[in-house]
């Protein structure tokens, strides 16, 4: 119970503090501003964004075409007749005479083609919306029926991105015939539904969707679909939902990490340090007014759209992760200009990870490694399973509590007032999880507890370059891979180094490598086996975690890679770090090279 | 005023900045923010416009036809990408979950003519890259095919659009507007918001850290060392989208009127520093500032966005070469912007130097 009392005293503290340490006008100038932007939002919407205005200049001889175009403001358009423009035609981007269009040789005019032609299908669909026989204007229609594939990912292990091999006969099916029932040949909505769904696709494609180079179909009320609107849905209204539940939470966390970042300039936490509260119980009240507040944003914004409920439910472990790194932000950086660009880069970071995936949700797996697709799904409409969510949660889970572990071992007098610049600092971080009596246990737990970190960081790598193409994708995910699982074994070999440079006896040196791999070895493995299965199937989890089943292989690679790592600091000290980490890099790499390409056999 | 105080201060910036290494950490965002637009702009494309990787188009997939005979028939066997099976219905879609096809067609005897549309049924496979693609390669199948329906339907069509036609182009400017309109004004007005966040640190810095007595003693004033501030972040911002310019053109983007660019952004991100100045000036206490700031910020940025012909829009026209006698125009309203906040900065620094030196 006292600990208890401790958190809501400090918490009523920190309210307390914030509130009058903000001056005076600040609340009000805040709800001011608040509502600027909601009608700043407003005029925008109203008259559209006008970064793009004026790129093409083009010329038209047809004026319902002119009128049409001109309605683009990417278009400075001139109406002149069939002579006139045939004579200045080098002076235009792109003339439309006689019926066709001529695009100048250059990139521009090739590129203003693309935007005349997107606006010129825009502009016969909304003839033949208005047709009062939508079936002559529309005539065929497409359902699509998807098909779950039980082999999902396994066919694709040996490298090969499609499975579908042409062959010069029809394929016999192996398994037991499905029975499919032949699909009725008429449609089962009525006309008017269906002009209304094609009504929403013209109005849909926004500008944002220009940047996509594609005309987006957002879901329509009905499956059924004409040809031009096959493109696979890309979720635009609902990530820039998302973007107005993140954007807060970004906020929020600033000021919890100010507010540690205030505790140690000029030394004004001793007091709270002095007092017998301990150091989780300040850590946990200092965080619980900002938690709550972003919570209770989170479900305000919530009901107002109107969403379920269960879209909170993946919010909670990014705001603890916001929380956690605003902890830790707020107490390594020495000046405000390096809390600024720490926390500038951290949440830029963090957007791409959590943002970029999503935005294929509808499209591919990979999608589900950020927890923002699952909301994407449930405003879609398509619940999440406690499958999806644990494998989209579990590393924001795991990388929160270690980052608040760290956290509040190192919040002390010691550690919150040193001056050492920030990798020190860092280092101290590390090195104060590192016991020196249980040296070699701490080094295994260290390890275990680093592979949430690594995994995040190579499924970032993976994000990046699962869309290149395909020998390009996997020769970057083997080299980035290594070298993160690399540096990541280095930490705390480094950390024990920079303490004492005398402890690597060539007998402690083999210890410590091998605790480092045992640790390494078996957090992989946990946490492999608890979630990532629908990753580690396809063929680039293949290369992130080889190896499942063989035990002593990796074990080996693990302990022969930091060994060389920790052989280059000993005969070398701190400049071979670097070297070291290259060799180690390699050495991982060709492992890996032989295990998926089968090289050396 | 003296030029040498303010000079004073700008180098003792601008050393801090180096010292802490910080600069290297808005680099590394910088090179961050650029990797994602790329990885943004291939995987974007490669997923809606597959052929633009040419791996895929190499590739021809394997479909089945099911029902009645028809022109789409002849559409898919004669296209390049695909190899056509006529199958049953049962097997092919049995066949389809065991991923030794990549799509399953079914056309029922709808006469094309008929009264009620054709109903093509399409069975692809859930939640998968390679039927994402093998859908956008048969919407061109299929478009050509409506289009015949379309032709057979005629009569019964009251209004057609005004026809046009287009060539086919010799691919390219797939990534144009994303490049030049959202890019280049993107990275080249980035570094005006860092810098704008870095002067309200450096001044609340003094403030919070209370060395500000130990500056007021100096014979340096407080406009001075305000100004100094100021013009520390503003050096960044020429260097910074220098590097930008030189990255963009060694990665054969061309970009034009580049000295009209440099100009213009070097002097339209004078205006958010010198907001930012006057906003720690007001507050001297960070968290308050920096709240204040971005929130201000965003609704400028937003209300600047929806304004034709703005700074923003200026630098996309430029770069690609239709700015034409406007550009001078919106020149001039920044340069007019700018010289207004200086103003106020100074009246206010002077304001605030005032009380400190009485106090």
Redesign the interface.
């Given at each position: 119970m006292g600990t208890f009392a401790d958190i809501v005293t400090i918490a009523k503290w920190e309210i307390r503090r914030t509130l009058t340490?903000?001056?005076k006008d600040?609340l009000p100038?805040?709800i001011v501003?608040?509502a600027?932007?909601v009608l700043?939002?407003g005029?925008?919407a109203?008259?559209?964004?006008?970064?793009?205005?004026?790129?093409?200049?083009i010329g038209v001889d047809?004026p319902?075409?002119a009128q049409v175009l001109a309605s683009d403001?990417?278009f400075?358009v001139y109406e002149l007749d069939d002579a006139t423009l045939w004579n200045n035609r080098q002076a235009f981007d792109l003339v439309?005479y006689r019926?066709?269009?001529?695009?100048a040789t250059t990139?521009?005019?090739?590129?203003?083609?693309?935007?005349?032609?997107r606006d010129?299908g825009q502009?016969?669909a909304s003839?033949?919306n208005?047709?009062?026989?939508l079936?002559?204007?529309?005539?065929?229609?497409?359902?699509?029926?998807?098909?779950?594939?039980?082999?999902d990912f396994t066919?694709t292990q040996s490298g090969q991105?499609?499975?579908?091999?042409?062959?010069a006969?029809?394929?016999?099916?192996?398994?037991?015939?499905?029975?499919?029932p032949?699909?009725?040949?008429?449609?089962a909505v009525t006309s008017e539904e269906l002009r209304t769904s094609l009504a929403e696709t013209e109005s849909s494609n926004s500008q944002l969707s220009?940047?996509?180079?594609?005309l987006s179909s957002s879901d329509t009320g009905t499956t059924?679909k004409?040809?031009?609107q096959?493109?696979?849905p890309l979720p635009f209204d609902s990530i820039i939902l998302i973007f107005i539940f993140i954007f807060p939470l970004y906020?929020s966390s600033?000021?919890f990490m100010?507010?540690i970042m205030?505790e140690r300039?000029?030394r004004k936490g001793e007091l709270l340090l002095s007092t017998p509260v301990s150091a989780p119980a300040i850590i946990v009240g200092k965080m619980l007014p900002y938690l709550i507040l972003m919570l209770a944003i989170s479900a305000g914004l919530t009901v107002y759209i109107g969403a379920p409920v269960s879209i909170i439910l993946p919010l909670i472990p990014v705001i603890l992760f916001f929380l956690a790194n605003a902890l830790i932000i707020g107490m390594v950086s020495?000046?405000?200009?390096?809390?600024?660009?720490?926390s500038?880069?951290f949440s830029?970071?963090a957007t791409?990870y959590l943002f970029?995936p999503s935005?294929?949700a509808?499209?591919?797996?990979i999608s589900l490694i950020s927890p923002l697709t699952l909301i994407v799904l449930t405003l879609q409409g398509t619940a999440y399973t406690a499958t999806d969510y644990l494998f989209s949660t579990a590393l924001f889970w795991l990388t929160a509590g270690v980052l608040f572990y760290v956290g509040i071992r190192n919040f002390s007098e010691e550690r919150l007032f040193s001056e050492h610049?920030?990798l020190t600092r860092i280092r101290e971080f590390v090195g104060s999880s590192l016991s020196e009596k249980h040296t070699f246990a701490s080094l295994f737990l260290l390890n275990g507890f680093a592979i949430p970190f690594v995994f995040m960081a190579q499924m970032m790598c993976l994000?990046?370059f699962f869309?290149?193409?395909?020998p390009f994708s996997l020769i970057l995910l083997i080299l980035f891979g290594a070298e993160i699982e690399e540096m990541a074994k280095a930490v705390g070999i480094y950390t024990l180094y920079a303490r004492d440079p005398s402890f690597f006896s060539w007998r402690n040196l083999l210890l410590a490598s091998g605790a480092t791999a045992l640790g390494f070895l078996a957090g992989e493995k946990l946490l492999l086996f608890a979630t990532l299965a629908e990753i580690t199937e396809s063929v680039f989890g293949s290369i992130l975690f080889l190896s499942l089943g063989m035990l002593w292989l990796p074990l080996f690679l693990h302990f022969t890679a930091v060994c060389v790592v920790a052989t280059c600091l000993k005969l070398g000290g701190r400049k071979w770090l670097v070297p070291g980490l290259v060799l180690a890099t390699v050495i991982h790499c060709l492992y890996n090279l032989y295990f998926i390409l089968g090289w050396l056999t | 005023m003296k030029a040498k105080n303010i000079a004073i201060i700008v180098k003792k910036e601008l050393r801090?900045?180096m010292n802490?290494?910080?600069i290297l950490?808005?680099i590394?965002?910088q090179l961050?923010?650029a990797?994602?637009s790329s990885?943004?702009m291939?995987?974007?494309?490669?997923?809606?416009?597959p052929s633009s990787?040419?791996?895929y188009s190499r590739?021809?997939?394997?479909v089945?036809y099911v029902g009645n005979d028809s022109a789409l028939n002849d559409y898919l066997s004669n296209s390049r990408d695909f190899?056509v099976?006529?199958?049953e219905?049962?097997?092919a879609?049995?066949?389809?979950?065991?991923?030794?096809?990549?799509a399953v067609v079914?056309v029922?005897?709808?006469a094309?003519d008929a009264?009620?549309?054709?109903?093509?049924?399409?069975?692809?496979?859930?939640?998968?890259?390679?039927?994402?693609i093998v859908?956008?390669k048969?919407?061109d199948i299929?478009?050509s095919?409506?289009k015949d329906?379309?032709t057979?339907?005629?009569a019964?069509?009251?209004?057609?659009?005004?026809?046009?036609?287009?060539?086919p182009?010799?691919?390219?400017?797939?990534f144009?507007?994303?490049v030049?309109?959202?890019l280049i004004?993107l990275l080249l007005f980035m570094p005006a918001i860092?810098a704008s966040?870095?002067v309200?640190?450096?001044i609340?810095?003094e403030y919070?850290?209370?060395t500000l007595e130990t500056l007021i003693a100096s014979p340096v004033t407080f406009s001075e060392m305000v100004w100094g501030k100021v013009i520390a972040c503003e050096i960044l911002i020429p260097i910074q989208a220098g590097a930008w310019i030189f990255l963009l053109v060694i990665n054969r983007i061309?970009i034009l009127n580049i000295p009209q660019i440099f100009v213009l952004v070097t002097i339209s991100s004078l205006v958010p520093i010198l907001i930012g100045a006057l906003t720690a000036l007001h507050?001297r206490?960070?968290?308050?500032a920096?709240?204040?700031f971005?929130?201000?910020l965003?609704?400028v940025l937003?209300?600047i966005?929806?304004?034709?012909?703005?700074p923003?829009?200026m630098v996309?026209?430029l770069a690609?070469g239709?700015a034409?006698t406007g550009q001078w125009l919106v020149l001039a309203g920044v340069a007019v912007a700018a010289v207004v906040f200086s103003v106020l900065l100074q009246l206010y620094a002077g304001k605030v130097g005032r009380e400190h030196h009485a106090g």
């Amino acid at each position: 119970m006292g600990t208890f009392a401790d958190i809501v005293t400090i918490a009523k503290w920190e309210i307390r503090r914030t509130l009058t340490q903000m001056s005076k006008d600040t609340l009000p100038l805040a709800i001011v501003l608040f509502a600027a932007l909601v009608l700043v939002m407003g005029f925008t919407a109203q008259s559209g964004m006008h970064l793009q205005d004026g790129m093409y200049t083009i010329g038209v001889d047809d004026p319902t075409l002119a009128q049409v175009l001109a309605s683009d403001t990417r278009f400075t358009v001139y109406e002149l007749d069939d002579a006139t423009l045939w004579n200045n035609r080098q002076a235009f981007d792109l003339v439309i005479y006689r019926g066709t269009a001529l695009p100048a040789t250059t990139e521009r005019g090739r590129a203003a083609q693309k935007t005349v032609q997107r606006d010129y299908g825009q502009y016969t669909a909304s003839v033949y919306n208005r047709q009062e026989d939508l079936f002559a204007a529309y005539p065929l229609w497409i359902d699509i029926q998807t098909v779950k594939s039980e082999l999902d990912f396994t066919a694709t292990q040996s490298g090969q991105y499609i499975s579908a091999r042409p062959g010069a006969a029809a394929p016999e099916p192996e398994g037991d015939l499905l029975d499919v029932p032949t699909p009725s040949p008429t449609l089962a909505v009525t006309s008017e539904e269906l002009r209304t769904s094609l009504a929403e696709t013209e109005s849909s494609n926004s500008q944002l969707s220009r940047y996509t180079e594609m005309l987006s179909s957002s879901d329509t009320g009905t499956t059924f679909k004409t040809p031009s609107q096959l493109s696979p849905p890309l979720p635009f209204d609902s990530i820039i939902l998302i973007f107005i539940f993140i954007f807060p939470l970004y906020f929020s966390s600033q000021f919890f990490m100010m507010s540690i970042m205030n505790e140690r300039i000029e030394r004004k936490g001793e007091l709270l340090l002095s007092t017998p509260v301990s150091a989780p119980a300040i850590i946990v009240g200092k965080m619980l007014p900002y938690l709550i507040l972003m919570l209770a944003i989170s479900a305000g914004l919530t009901v107002y759209i109107g969403a379920p409920v269960s879209i909170i439910l993946p919010l909670i472990p990014v705001i603890l992760f916001f929380l956690a790194n605003a902890l830790i932000i707020g107490m390594v950086s020495r000046s405000f200009k390096e809390l600024s660009f720490i926390s500038i880069f951290f949440s830029t970071i963090a957007t791409s990870y959590l943002f970029f995936p999503s935005i294929f949700a509808n499209v591919h797996v990979i999608s589900l490694i950020s927890p923002l697709t699952l909301i994407v799904l449930t405003l879609q409409g398509t619940a999440y399973t406690a499958t999806d969510y644990l494998f989209s949660t579990a590393l924001f889970w795991l990388t929160a509590g270690v980052l608040f572990y760290v956290g509040i071992r190192n919040f002390s007098e010691e550690r919150l007032f040193s001056e050492h610049g920030l990798l020190t600092r860092i280092r101290e971080f590390v090195g104060s999880s590192l016991s020196e009596k249980h040296t070699f246990a701490s080094l295994f737990l260290l390890n275990g507890f680093a592979i949430p970190f690594v995994f995040m960081a190579q499924m970032m790598c993976l994000v990046v370059f699962f869309n290149l193409p395909m020998p390009f994708s996997l020769i970057l995910l083997i080299l980035f891979g290594a070298e993160i699982e690399e540096m990541a074994k280095a930490v705390g070999i480094y950390t024990l180094y920079a303490r004492d440079p005398s402890f690597f006896s060539w007998r402690n040196l083999l210890l410590a490598s091998g605790a480092t791999a045992l640790g390494f070895l078996a957090g992989e493995k946990l946490l492999l086996f608890a979630t990532l299965a629908e990753i580690t199937e396809s063929v680039f989890g293949s290369i992130l975690f080889l190896s499942l089943g063989m035990l002593w292989l990796p074990l080996f690679l693990h302990f022969t890679a930091v060994c060389v790592v920790a052989t280059c600091l000993k005969l070398g000290g701190r400049k071979w770090l670097v070297p070291g980490l290259v060799l180690a890099t390699v050495i991982h790499c060709l492992y890996n090279l032989y295990f998926i390409l089968g090289w050396l056999t | 005023m003296k030029a040498k105080n303010i000079a004073i201060i700008v180098k003792k910036e601008l050393r801090g900045l180096m010292n802490e290494r910080t600069i290297l950490l808005a680099i590394l965002l910088q090179l961050f923010v650029a990797l994602f637009s790329s990885f943004l702009m291939v995987g974007l494309t490669s997923m809606y416009d597959p052929s633009s990787l040419s791996k895929y188009s190499r590739f021809r997939y394997s479909v089945a036809y099911v029902g009645n005979d028809s022109a789409l028939n002849d559409y898919l066997s004669n296209s390049r990408d695909f190899t056509v099976f006529s199958m049953e219905l049962s097997p092919a879609v049995t066949a389809l979950q065991e991923r030794k096809l990549a799509a399953v067609v079914y056309v029922p005897d709808t006469a094309p003519d008929a009264q009620d549309p054709v109903k093509i049924t399409l069975y692809t496979l859930e939640n998968d890259l390679q039927s994402a693609i093998v859908n956008v390669k048969l919407k061109d199948i299929f478009l050509s095919y409506e289009k015949d329906l379309r032709t057979l339907r005629k009569a019964r069509i009251t209004e057609q659009p005004v026809p046009l036609a287009f060539n086919p182009t010799r691919g390219g400017g797939d990534f144009f507007e994303f490049v030049y309109g959202l890019l280049i004004p993107l990275l080249l007005f980035m570094p005006a918001i860092i810098a704008s966040a870095l002067v309200i640190d450096l001044i609340t810095e003094e403030y919070q850290h209370e060395t500000l007595e130990t500056l007021i003693a100096s014979p340096v004033t407080f406009s001075e060392m305000v100004w100094g501030k100021v013009i520390a972040c503003e050096i960044l911002i020429p260097i910074q989208a220098g590097a930008w310019i030189f990255l963009l053109v060694i990665n054969r983007i061309a970009i034009l009127n580049i000295p009209q660019i440099f100009v213009l952004v070097t002097i339209s991100s004078l205006v958010p520093i010198l907001i930012g100045a006057l906003t720690a000036l007001h507050y001297r206490e960070r968290t308050a500032a920096q709240f204040i700031f971005s929130t201000a910020l965003v609704v400028v940025l937003l209300l600047i966005l929806a304004i034709p012909a703005n700074p923003l829009n200026m630098v996309t026209r430029l770069a690609v070469g239709s700015a034409g006698t406007g550009q001078w125009l919106v020149l001039a309203g920044v340069a007019v912007a700018a010289v207004v906040f200086s103003v106020l900065l100074q009246l206010y620094a002077g304001k605030v130097g005032r009380e400190h030196h009485a106090g």
